[in-house]
Every structure is written in C-alpha cells, then in structure tokens.
C-alpha cells in the first residue's frame, strides 16, 4: 500500500533504489543483520547526505523515514517505509524497535496469505504480451495479449492506475542499473515475479530495443521452474523438503525417490512427513490435489496445451 502523497513520486523512489547511492537501500536491508533502520540514523543526525531526502522527501515536507525488510525463515517477502512530516520529531530508537518486534509476524501473515490464495478460473491470455516503453516510461505501443495481462494487476500493485504498474517500473529500473555496469552482469535480463488479482504468477522481464532505444517488457505466464521456489519459500520447505516434494509431484513412489537421492526410504518418508506438516496436508495426494488446484487446473479449464518439456503453452 501506498499513501496518496506518495503515489506520484514512485518512479523516483525507484529511480534511486535502482540507480542512485544511498542509504537504507532496501536490497541491502533483506541481506542485512539490520532489517529496521530510521533515515536519521543511517546519516547520523544529517538528513541532507541522503539523495532520497534532498530530491524527494524534503520537497514532499517529509523529514525522517524508517524503513523495515519483512523477513521470516530467512527470506524477505516485502518492505515497509514510514514516514513522518518534516516539522515533526524523529523516529526513535523506541519505535524502531517495537517495529522490529513486528516485521516477522507481518513477514509470516504475507506468506500465509499466498498458501490461501488459489488462482481462479480466469481466462489467460494464450502468448505473452509485448509492452513497449519510451525512456520516460511513457507507453509507445502495446499488444492485446499485454492488456489483457495489465488488467490482472492488482489495485495495490498498480494504486490509481499511475502511469505504470509497480512491477514494470521495478524491472525496468533494474535493467537500467545493469546497463549502467554497476552490478558487472550487463548482459543479463532482469526478471519480476508478479502475482495477479486472480491469483496467478507473471514473469516479467526488460531488455533495450538497439536500433529505437526503447524498452521491451515481456509479460508471461510464470513456468513450473521459476515458481518451484517461490513455493518452496511459501511452503518454508528445506532444500531437500522441496526436492521431494518435486519428485512426489512428478509421481515417484518413495522407493524410486530414495535411490534418485541417494538417502533411506524411511529418511524420505521423515521429510514427507515434515512436508505434509507445512503444507497442512495428510497425504500425498492432498500435496499433489493442492498445488494441482493452484498451478494446474487454472491452465486446463483455459484449455492451455502442453510443450515439450510437459508445462502449458
């Protein structure tokens, strides 16, 4: 969520995250040992060190920010930015604190919410869809397939409909820094995972158009592999939790998944049973029925075909 004084100044909150040096940069909160962290702090009593401050929360009257990583078994699945007026105090070492008490118990109520949605019957679109952005961001031309996909942008990732959704700008911005050379992988493509109002999983990714210099976002259907982790992370499945759970998906008998492993049948049925436990199921077949619900039957009542690796067109 975002407050409305705030809805007009995400490309800059994006722009300095992305391509700017600063302080409580929010990559570096998710790998930190410190997940909260006031503004103040972060420039010992200076405000004005901050690009953040001088070109965007000072204009706005803003003065402090306190800023926390949502994290809970070891990955972070969002972020919180507070903000206070410039006439009033400082956030304290108090209230930072009691906002580092919370962030786990929000950071586990934004992962359970994902165990309880499940995607609904929407008709998806049947090829991905083809953005095409000038450098402001400004649209140039857009694909059918690409407005049918805007449409499933949740309110929250997309307030008022401003210019573009949250996560466009974000895989947008994050192709810049590479171009830029800052991360020295400049031929990579930047990828944003986007869950949809109906409870689906996009793929986005940028890239430059050499001859025009505009910017291509692709948006497609997210695929068994880049989402196999995500689930795991939902799940809070160990690496091996999650490779079982894989091959129990794929139809392996605890025999076939042992000697795949190389560990026991009883060390298998251990995790399994540990798997069961997470996913809130008994069996098998409910492990296998719920993520069918989820990730499957969606695809088969769009009358979605299968490829050659065994995932839907």
Known sequence: M???????????????????????KLAWMARSNTPVINL??????????????REILAPLSL?????????????????????????????????????????????EGLRTALLLESATGATL?????????????????????????????????????QAVPYAVSAVVGRMLALEQGGDGQSDLIPRVRLHTASGHWLVL?????????????????????????????????SKREGEIMQHVVRGLSTAEISQMLHISPDTVQDHLKAVFEKA??????????????????????ASRGLDTNGWFT
């Open 280 to 301: 809130g199921v008994r069996s098998r077949r409910e492990l296998v029925g719920n993520l069918f619900a989820q990730q499957y039957q969606p695809r088969i009542e």
């Open 63 to 107: 003065g402090d920010e306190l800023r926390a990583a949502l994290i809970t078994g070891g990955t972070c699945w969002g972020f919180m930015c507070l903000h206070r007026e410039h006439a009033s105090p400082h956030f304290t070492l108090t209230e930072a604190a009691y906002l580092a008490r919370l962030t786990p118990h929000v950071a």
């Open 125 to 161: 679109p049947d090829e991905p869809g083809l953005l095409l952005l000038a450098e402001d961001l400004s649209v140039v031309a857009i694909t059918p397939a690409a407005e049918r996909w805007l449409a499933e942008v949740a309110e929250a990732d997309w307030p008022g409909r």
């Open 2 to 24: 975002v407050d409305d004084i705030l809805i007009h100044a995400t490309p800059l909150f994006l722009e300095n995250e992305f391509l700017q040096t600063d302080v409580n």
């Open 205 to 237: 990714h940028a890239s430059r158009l050499s001859a025009t210099g505009q910017i291509a976002v692709i948006f497609e259907v997210a695929r068994s592999a880049e989402i196999a982790p995500l689930i795991m992370q939902v799940y809070d499945l």
């Open 40 to 53: 103040v702090q972060a420039t010992q009593g200076e405000l004005e060190r901050s690009q953040r401050y």
